[in-house]
């Protein structure tokens, strides 16, 4: 079975400060690893995903997101938070290495507010 | 409009009606979704269609039935509705092995 887990029900960071929301997951096989975003009243918008390679991996909006296999994390970073980065944030997983249709498992959310 | 679309945005209901919520994509992707969306639970995956005419059930399918007689569509009914199943509907759409992308959501309250 897989799971993701994001430990922090919110994160508040002063403006212009670099952010981290975090996420940790378990799956049996190799992990394919997304990061969402929700804004009020929308549906989730994707940010970025990491299936291989560079561990550092580069999304939309100026995120960026580490994978570290040894602690099973995939933790959401951004050098230099905005105020409108303020947001419901997602991390969701699937296993690679499951047959038939890979249900991805979403996290339960970390409300980012910036403060300006 | 290219993109995912979902209707009605807002919907009140007596408890024992049935709803069907509606949902629409105009990138041809294979694969659809129902999520629901609940304080504490983050998204939960109530059924998922990997193509016109094949669909399955997700972790929360109770009281829920969807057909997928085109790519395009992908309606939700809920057959008697009930007050747990107030909650804001998502929909969304993908191809294998790639991320999803999600409607505006249907916020439905059943009284």
């Known amino acids: 079975a897989q799971s993701v887990a994001q430990p922090e029900d919110q994160v508040n960071v002063a403006e212009g400060n670099p952010l981290t929301v975090k996420c940790t997951y378990s799956v049996s096989g190799n992990p394919y690893l997304f990061w969402y975003v929700q804004y009020p009243n929308r549906g989730l918008q994707f940010l970025l995903k990491?299936?291989?390679?560079?561990?550092l991996v580069k999304g939309s909006y100026g995120f960026e997101a580490e994978f570290n296999k040894s602690q099973t994390s995939f933790h959401l970073k951004k050098p230099s938070a905005l105020v409108s980065d303020s947001a419901l944030y997602f991390c969701a997983v699937r296993d690679l290495n499951s047959g038939g249709y890979q249900k991805v498992t979403f996290g339960t959310g970390t409300k980012l507010q910036v403060i300006p | 409009d290219a993109g995912i679309t979902q209707s009605p945005r807002y919907k009140i209901t007596e408890t024992g009606r049935q709803v069907t919520l509606m949902c629409h994509q105009t990138w041809s992707h294979s694969y659809m979704f129902w999520y629901r969306q609940d304080l504490g639970h983050g998204l939960r995956l109530i059924y998922y269609s990997a193509a016109a005419d094949i669909t399955d059930k997700g972790e929360v399918s109770d009281g829920y039935v969807v057909s997928r007689s085109k790519t395009e569509n992908f309606p939700l009914t809920l057959e008697s509705a009930t007050r747990s199943q107030t909650s804001v509907y998502f929909c969304?759409?993908?191809?294998?092995?790639?991320?999803?992308?999600f409607g505006p959501g249907t916020r439905l309250t059943v009284t």
């Open positions: 969304a759409s993908s191809e294998l092995n790639h991320e999803q992308y």
């Open positions: 990491y299936i291989t390679g560079d561990n």
